[in-house]
């Protein structure tokens, strides 16, 4: 497998890209390709001992920040990494692309570049949440602010395709993130989308999930629409980095709290351990013709390999050609109620 490296996006860039691109290849065997400037990715090359047959370097001369707006930066800053690698992909020149840069340039390129799969009418951010007992699949976290019931409903199938191919789950459980459990619950978008999953043959829908439930839901896919899967995951990391600074601060408040955390702090670690994004790696645009996947802004080596990871169980898992015969399905599904 080859995965093209956007080593300029990121706060951290490009230490964190490069570095856990040579991790993935020493972890994963995977090849990479490192777009950005030659200059500086051969100078944290020289102090590295990789497989030299498995890097190769594409320089980029242009870069688009987050100061950019989408649209135009993919068409003015054709030689930046997100636009060469999206082109990559749709020359079969990789076959997958990890970057931590712009999320709206990224997403802009993936969809414009790569393009949609036939069939499918908006794509998906997709991440991996962690709960209770594991983690659940949620789409969509920002590429959509708007969507119509049928957008949520082509969701749900490649988030359940996604945890059945990626999760190895046999027949996951499909909930809609809504504000009660009761079936006329919502906006009117909400109350349709909802009659939509329950008639939907390809997934197994369980029905509403409220916000407080998603920590703990026994759902392992939760649709919505992108404003509100946006909200949901950035209030759950605000949530966790503020609760282990409540509990850090608690500890440190007297000696007999510093001998306790002594105590209990293989298991602090274990549960901040199942919090972090970093285990997760970043966020796929499903519905589009490649992989395409968004690493945290502020991933570091970690973090970054571990969306190298995710790019290889979606490649191995081979999402895209599952999601691409979910479209023919229901398209053909759908032109016949049209005909009936």
């Known amino acids: 497998m080859r995965i093209a490296i956007d080593t300029m996006g990121g706060d951290f860039a490009p230490q964190a890209q490069i570095n856990g691109a040579l991790e993935s290849i020493k972890e994963l065997g995977v090849d990479v390709v490192l777009l950005g400037d030659e200059n500086v990715i051969n100078d944290c090359l020289k102090t590295k001992t990789y497989d030299k047959t498995k890097v190769s370097v ?36 990789a ?17 414009l570049i790569t393009g949609r799969i036939e069939g499918i009418q908006r794509p998906a951010l997709t991440t991996v949440y962690p709960k209770t007992n594991g983690a659940t699949v949620l789409l969509d976290v920002g590429a959509n602010a708007q969507c119509k019931p049928e957008h949520i409903n082509q969701f ?101 709290s510093k001998i306790g955390a002594l105590l209990v702090k293989s298991s602090l670690k274990s549960m901040k351990k199942s ?38 169980k979606i490649y191995d898992a081979d999402l895209v050609k599952s999601i691409k015969q979910f479209a023919i399905e229901n398209k053909a599904k759908n032109e016949e109620k049209t005909e009936e």
């Open 58 to 93: 594409v320089h980029c001369s242009e870069n688009i920040t987050n100061d950019d707006k989408p649209v135009i930066s993919i068409k003015k800053k054709k030689n930046s990494p997100m636009v060469l690698g999206c082109n990559m992909l749709v020359e079969g020149k």
């Open 95 to 111: 076959d997958a692309l990890v970057s931590s840069g712009s999320t709206g340039a990224l997403l802009t390129s993936g969809m």
């Open 156 to 256: 749900a199938f490649m988030g359940y395709a996604y945890a059945k191919a990626v999760l190895n789950l046999e027949n996951p459980k499909v909930g809609l993130i809504n504000i009660g459990t009761e079936e006329k619950k919502g906006s009117q978008t909400y109350i349709d989308s909802y009659q939509m999953l329950k008639d939907n043959k390809f997934i197994n829908f369980i029905g509403n999930v409220e916000a407080r439930d998603i920590p703990s839901t026994e759902a392992d896919v939760l649709v919505c629409d992108g404003f509100t899967g946006n909200i949901v995951l950035k209030l759950s990391e605000g949530l966790v980095i503020h609760m282990m600074k409540l509990i850090k601060n608690s500890f440190m408040s007297s000696l007999k």
């Open 275 to 312: 919090l972090d994004y970093e285990e997760y790696g970043g966020a796929i645009l499903l519905g589009t013709n490649g992989t395409v996947i968004k690493a945290h802004g502020s991933s570091n080596e970690k973090a970054f390999k571990n969306a190298i990871k995710q790019a290889k």
